[in-house]
């Protein structure tokens, strides 16, 4: 793996990761294209740390809310705490169980494609939603709605099935406004991917740092770039590419503007469904 690659993975990562059109799908499709196989689920997993990264800085105030309402200093906050720890539950469960699966899928582009296209139509049904009816706003998020959009966040989010989209849109299907929706969503993702980066991304960054044999279902393609450095460039260029997209996806949850997003899913859908049974 050379320096171009990297970069190019991290941008990918970066830019799709908050947008709602699968960054799994598109990161997966740019290591084939790229490389010719799909890279292990611990690389994508530090990748997503620059996301990580990306959303703190973003969210930094709002997450300030959140920890001071931990410790019992603002109300508001402790409740909308509450309510991502409630939402983490059945993330993990379906998360864990579904890991398998998840990474068997990285091999075939066709799932991707199908999920894309799943994910075209929620998004095309919550921006009808979000024009129809007036929602909550997010300081009215209910046990209910966490575990709504905890659950499909489980299920979704190595798949195809685009993080952001799936969840926003769900929250939306709750009974959530649009914009309060995609609040949820965002600081939802820094637990989710924090404890995800941990788990899997340490799996290869653990015996890097410690200068220990990287397990097989760990290791990255040889090339230009020392493991380390390419981890390293990966997670920074996510990083900053992460953080345009956050505010791009922002300003078009003000207001529903959400078709343009499952128009594209529906495109890229059909060329990963017609990749994938070409044998790509």
């Given at each position: 793996m050379n320096l171009l690659q990297v970069i190019l993975l991290g941008l990918?990562?970066?830019?799709?990761?908050?947008?709602?059109?699968?960054?799994?799908?598109?990161?997966?499709?740019?290591?084939?294209?790229?490389?010719?196989?799909?890279?292990?689920?611990?690389?994508?997993?530090?990748?997503?740390?620059?996301?990580?990264?990306?959303?703190?800085?973003?969210?930094?105030?709002?997450?300030?809310?959140?920890?001071?309402?931990?410790?019992?200093?603002?109300?508001?906050?402790?409740?909308?705490?509450?309510?991502?720890?409630?939402?983490m539950i059945p993330t993990g469960i379906l998360g864990m169980a579904t890991r398998g699966t998840k990474e068997v899928a990285k091999n075939h582009l066709w799932i991707y494609g199908l999920c894309l296209w799943f994910t075209a139509v929620i998004l095309f049904l919550a921006n009808r939603m979000a024009k129809s009816r007036v929602g909550?706003?997010?300081?009215?998020?209910?046990?209910?709605?966490?575990?709504?959009?905890?659950?499909?966040?489980?299920?979704?989010?190595?798949?195809?099935?685009?993080?952001?989209?799936?969840?926003?849109?769900m929250g939306v299907f709750s009974g959530l406004e649009l914009p309060a929706s995609a609040r949820f969503s965002f600081l939802l993702g820094i637990p989710t991917i924090l404890a995800a980066s941990i788990?899997?991304?340490?799996?290869?960054?653990?015996?890097?740092?410690?200068?220990?044999?990287?397990?097989?279902?760990?290791?990255?393609p040889p090339g230009g770039l020392q493991p380390l450095t390419a981890c390293f460039v990966g997670v920074v260029v996510a990083a900053v590419a992460g953080y345009a997209?956050?505010?791009?996806?922002?300003?078009?949850?003000?207001?529903?503007?959400?078709?343009?997003?499952?128009?594209?899913c529906l495109a890229a859908g059909l060329v990963m469904v017609v990749l994938g049974f070409r044998g790509v």
């Open positions: 990918v990562q970066g830019l799709t990761e908050f947008l709602p059109v699968s960054s799994t799908a598109h990161l997966t499709l740019a290591e084939n294209l790229m490389l010719g196989r799909s890279m292990p689920l611990a690389f994508d997993m530090l990748l997503h740390a620059g996301t990580l990264v990306a959303l703190i800085i973003y969210f930094r105030k709002e997450l300030g809310h959140v920890l001071l309402g931990c410790v019992g200093r603002d109300k508001e906050g402790g409740k909308l705490a509450l309510m991502l720890f409630v939402a909550r706003p997010v300081t009215e998020v209910t046990w209910k709605d966490a575990v709504w959009v905890g659950g499909i966040q489980g299920i979704g989010g190595g798949f195809g099935l685009s993080r952001s989209g799936s969840t926003i849109a788990v899997e991304g340490g799996k290869l960054l653990k015996p890097l740092l410690l200068h220990q044999p990287v397990p097989t279902n760990a290791m990255i997209a956050i505010g791009l996806l922002d300003r078009f949850t003000r207001k529903p503007k959400l078709n343009g997003f499952a128009y594209y």
